[in-house]
């Protein structure tokens, strides 16, 4: 069998589940010579609802590299997905688009690879194109990385692949902040979870001066959304922004919900040189309102956790223990 000809025998055998992994090795090994019918693979076949063939070849070119790899990799990321009317056979696609922007970041100094990624990042959103712009750091795409936060599948590539672009994010994060996705008069709550993942991004990007003018963030009405602003101005605010965000932190021990309430103790005590004094006084203004330390009905009480807070807080501290009374 010449080579040809056995390099076309790897490629039908792409779509055979059983050997698809031992072709996918054997064609690697060919080296370019193998690029060739891989890229002709890749044309003619059809777009399915079994992906698995044409997400091995895009794969295989991966490995191989070169500018007819290339080549191959931008024609596959550049077809339109929206056009496929089946449903699953689009879906199954994406995964095959997502495996090429991917392979595409392994060219960082070609410009047509990074068009063909920008422009993907006007489309669905696929991990593969974030993932790639993690590589690249290239700040024309923090725009759209930011929109992707809104989606659950991609928010995790999209917010390293901001993280990876550093310092230069920083803005437009910010005014992130400021834009709410508003249905029938109410917040969505993708535009929720993308604002709450801002603020968590800015924990690790932005720098104190850059927090100014967002403390309206810790009345926001959205949970997550203060939440992350209490973490924010805890680790970025002045000291008057700390006291207000350990303030607004500790409300958050009133919430039904039992792990932001650990959430917030685990912060309470991680800072408690800090908020010693704000613990004792809501523990003297609860006690004094009649609230109970040792209820466990429904669950346990804000000012026995408060209480269990100082006790712990004191015994790590090495200072006095006597839980204040009122």
Not at 85 to 109: C, G, M
Not at 152 to 166: L, Q, S
């Amino acid at each position: 069998m010449s080579d040809g000809e056995g390099t076309k025998a790897l490629i039908e055998q792409l779509r055979d589940p059983i050997q698809s992994h031992r072709a996918v090795l054997a064609l690697a090994m060919k080296g370019p010579d193998a690029v060739p019918a891989l890229a002709e693979f890749l044309r003619s076949s059809k777009p399915s609802s079994l992906s698995e063939p044409r997400l091995m070849a895009v794969e295989c070119l991966s490995i191989l590299k070169g500018p007819e790899t290339l080549k191959a990799s931008i024609s596959v990321c550049s077809q339109r997905l929206n056009e496929i009317a089946d449903p699953i056979v689009r879906l199954a696609e994406e995964a095959v688009v997502s495996s090429a922007a991917l392979a595409l970041a392994d060219y960082p100094d070609d410009d047509s690879a990074r068009e063909t990624l920008l422009k993907l990042l006007q489309e669905k959103p696929l991990v593969g194109v974030a993932e790639a712009f993690e590589k690249l750091k290239d700040p024309r795409a923090i725009s759209g990385l930011v929109a992707w936060l809104e989606e659950d599948f991609v928010a995790e590539a999209a917010w390293r692949a901001i993280v990876a672009c550093g310092r230069a994010a920083v803005p437009l994060l910010i005014e992130s902040l400021k834009e709410k996705h508003v249905r029938y008069g109410t917040e969505t709550s993708a535009s929720r979870r993308r604002r709450g993942r801002v603020l968590a991004i800015l924990r690790a990007l932005a720098e104190p001066a850059d927090v100014a003018g967002l403390e309206d963030l810790l009345e926001d009405p959205v949970e997550g959304v203060r939440w992350n602003a209490v973490h924010l101005f805890v680790e970025k605010g002045s000291d008057p922004q700390k006291q207000r965000a350990f303030q607004v932190g500790m409300a958050f021990l009133d919430s039904a919900d039992s792990f932001m309430r650990s959430e917030c103790e685990e912060l309470l005590l991680a800072h408690f040189d800090l908020v010693r004094d704000l613990i004792e006084q809501e523990i003297d203004r609860r006690r004094r309102e009649g609230e109970a330390e040792e209820s466990f009905e429904p669950r346990e009480t804000t000012l026995g956790i408060l209480c269990r807070i100082f006790r712990k807080g004191c015994r790590a501290t090495g200072t006095a223990r006597t839980v204040p009374s009122g």
